[in-house]
């Protein structure tokens, strides 16, 4: 397995703190920030970044927005969706922003290590 720099984007400091936690016991390098504009900005001077797992229900910017934002400069780019209120959004529209997957939270030990695994 490769090492991956791993950025979350979450308005919940307890999750970020849980997701740190267990992407570092998985060996992998990981960049918390706790909103969309913060992880453009990482985004702009860290090209190692090789995988996005951000929440859609956050002030200012949402996951829906900052996907689609993402996609257009960094294409191939994985982003995953994990929420916990992906049913408050249309999967179509979700799939059309360009996700890569869409997750419930809380997300399984099993749906997360299949995300760790995607080829980058």
């Known amino acids: 397995m490769s090492t991956k ?3 979350v984007v979450d308005d919940n400091l307890g999750f970020l703190k849980i997701m740190r936690r267990l992407c ?13 504009e913060e992880a453009e900005h990482v985004l702009r001077y860290d090209e190692k970044i090789s995988l996005i797992i951000t929440d ?3 002030p200012w910017l949402n996951g829906l927005d900052f996907c689609r934002r993402v996609k257009i400069l960094k294409p191939d780019l994985k982003i995953y969706a994990l929420s916990g209120c992906v049913n408050n959004f249309d999967m179509n529209e ?12 809380p997300i399984s030990k099993e749906n997360l290590e299949e995300i760790l695994k995607a080829d980058i």
């Open 5 to 7: 720099k791993i950025l």
């Open 24 to 36: 570092k016991n998985a060996g992998h390098m990981i960049v918390t920030v706790d909103s969309a």
């Open 56 to 58: 859609l229900i956050m």
């Open 94 to 105: 979700l799939e059309d922003a360009g996700f890569d997957g869409i997750y419930q939270k």
